[in-house]
């Protein structure tokens, strides 16, 4: 994979802030996956392209959706941005060829999560939350827990974000909740 290719495209598709987050979430994903033993290309990979279509509007991201074949719900059709990862999937494959299954899922999924979710995935959504240049009340916590058992630290972003979904009067989309059912029933003690 040619790394410029990615950059650039960024960089002209995206906010300076994006940008800069998206090298966040890559710093954040390559160090969590020394720690796990994930491959870090893969890291790299998915983390630079997770926010690839969070330049798209609404209708934009639900036509694209709807042009691939998915079933929009009706909590994305109330918030379409949600739609940026399924988008965000499709730009990887169609833009950059990426064919890993892993790797498309692991964008896809970065913003709600899901039950089940592998190791790639998890380094994901968990690097889209801690990354550098994130800063809110608790994501100091979330950072180590990231690197000392990334369940907990997946459990601790399911309840921040639908602590905050909540508070904002939104609504929780469902793989989110079956993410935190899953990961609650399947816990280690």
Not at 6 to 15: E, N, R, W
Not at 21 to 37: D, I, Q
Not at 68 to 94: F, P, R, T, W
Not at 109 to 127: N, Q, R, V
């Given at each position: 994979?040619?790394?410029?290719?990615?950059?650039?495209?960024?960089?002209?598709?995206?906010?300076?802030?994006?940008?800069?987050?998206?090298?966040?979430?890559?710093?954040?994903?390559?160090?969590?996956?020394?720690?796990?033993?994930?491959?870090?290309?893969?890291?790299?990979?998915?983390?630079?392209?997770?926010?690839?279509?969070?330049?798209?509007?609404e209708e934009e991201l639900i036509a694209l959706a709807k042009e691939h074949g998915y079933s929009i719900d009706l909590?994305?059709?109330?918030?379409?941005?949600?739609?940026?990862?399924?988008?965000?999937?499709?730009?990887?494959?169609?833009?950059?060829?990426?064919?890993?299954?892993?790797?498309?899922?692991?964008?896809?999924?970065?913003?709600?999560?899901?039950?089940?979710?592998?190791?790639l995935e998890k380094i994901i959504y968990l690097a889209d939350y801690i990354?550098?240049?994130?800063?809110?009340?608790?994501?100091?916590?979330?950072?180590?827990?990231?690197?000392?058992?990334?369940?907990?630290?997946?459990?601790?972003?399911?309840?921040?974000?639908?602590?905050?979904?909540?508070?904002?009067?939104?609504?929780?989309?469902?793989?989110?909740?079956?993410?935190?059912?899953?990961?609650?029933?399947?816990?280690?003690?």
């Amino acid at each position: 994979m040619d790394f410029r290719l990615v950059l650039d495209y960024l960089k002209v598709h995206l906010t300076k802030n994006r940008y800069e987050h998206s090298l966040g979430v890559k710093e954040a994903a390559v160090a969590l996956a020394k720690v796990y033993g994930v491959s870090e290309e893969k890291c790299s990979i998915a983390a630079l392209l997770h926010d690839c279509a969070k330049w798209m509007n609404e209708e934009e991201l639900i036509a694209l959706a709807k042009e691939h074949g998915y079933s929009i719900d009706l909590v994305m059709y109330n918030n379409a941005q949600l739609l940026h990862g399924i988008c965000g999937s499709i730009v990887s494959k169609e833009t950059f060829k990426i064919e890993d299954r892993e790797i498309l899922s692991s964008i896809e999924f970065h913003t709600t999560g899901k039950a089940e979710m592998s190791l790639l995935e998890k380094i994901i959504y968990l690097a889209d939350y801690i990354e550098p240049g994130r800063s809110f009340p608790g994501v100091e916590h979330i950072r180590e827990a990231a690197f000392r058992d990334l369940d907990e630290a997946l459990l601790l972003c399911f309840d921040s974000t639908i602590s905050f979904v909540l508070q904002r009067g939104q609504l929780l989309h469902k793989d989110t909740v079956e993410g935190r059912n899953y990961l609650l029933m399947n816990r280690r003690v």
